[in-house]
């Protein structure tokens, strides 16, 4: 029969953690809230920059001598991945599904004999893929998204450090890995393609546009001309795809430590209910033990 | 052929952020790197680059709202003028102070630059304090 008394110290313990779980997916879900908008009024801008870059992407294919960023250095051997986690714990599996995909796409990668550069954007990234593939992170960036949510300049500090990397010929193609904002309860791992630059919908998109923006498509004026646009534009399409990989990941990441608290408090619920039923029935059974004591004392009398 | 245009351009200005404006104006005037280019209805399609400046937003013959961009692209077709802006805010809150600070810290940090990046970025953020001022000052652009 357990101690009564150390039931009761259980109890008080774990109503203390459903109080902090509680507590934890309150501030998630109002983080949450401000990080879905925030990623959703971002994507404006992202499609409408996906938008004019492939109209100029689209007139520049077939010809030789385009920017590097977008036709590539004609190598693949190697291969920088930019890893999206978060800097804090406590979310669920958010951290844990990037990092299997990463470490998945790595070793893949290796045994085609390439090599891998990482570049971890969140503490649990690099705490994770240290022990694995500690020599390959060449960098490791914290502290993400402070009072005010994420700020542009942020993503541009990451895409300046890539596109300073490509330019010094340390990796011929990019990725990212990041989760996408599904809902609070799912989140897509999704792995897009940076250097060179694709455009996701490519044969899609040419294929319902030949219809109605065809001619339109061909008629654009360029000023300066198409390579100068391209050579400022392709840069900053890293930024934008960078800014919006952090939104996205960040609003996944409230979205999914809001439901790993919110079950935490619903088994702590359960826990307190079943360690409530215990330490009643020991009660009961000692109170009745008392009371058999008593009266074979008294009628032993 | 007059009627076949229609008499508003739809004008969308967006920053990294938001959606800044979207509405339908009848002519706004962008600052693009080799000149300012006066938008209106049917106007031919044209991508170009923006330097940082003042947009202008016409109603009726009249400037209705001045918008300071800090530079990006301007995307334009017939019905449709879409801007693509680094930063964006309404000249009334430009403030000479801020924009002195930012002009002095930018000098700064080109002063410091290493990297062709570094010193690239520095670059942009002198013209687009310089560009504040200018707009604040009432000075040739305005």
Redesign the interface.
Known sequence: MPNLKDLKNRIDSVKSTRKITSAMKMVAAAKLRRAQD?AE??R???E??E??LR??AGSFAGREGGPKLLAGTGADQAHLLVVFTSDRGLCGGFNGSIVREARQLIHDMKSEGKTVKLLCVGRKGSDLLKGEFGGDIVDAVTGIGGKKGI??SE??AVS?KI??MF?AGEFDTCSIIFNKFQSAMTQIVTTSQLIPFTSEEDEDASADKDGAGGE?KA??????EES??LE??LP?NL??QV?QAMLESSASEHGARMTAMDNATRNAGDMIDKLTLTYNRSRQAAITSELIEIISGAEAL | MADTIAEKVEFELVSPERLVKSQSVCMVVVPCSEGDIGVLPGHTPLIGTVRPGVVDIHENGKVTESIFVSGGFVEVTPERCTLLAEEALSVDLLNRDTAQARLEAAEKALEKAETDIEKGNAEAEIATAEAMIMALGGGPAH
């Not at chain 1, 008629?219 to 300066?224: M, T």
């Open positions: 925030a009024s971002a404006a801008y992202s409408r920059m938008t004019v109209s100029l700020e542009f993503a541009t300046d596109t300073e330019e339109l008629a654009y004026e360029f000023e300066p100068e646009i400022v534009l900053k930024g934008v800014f």
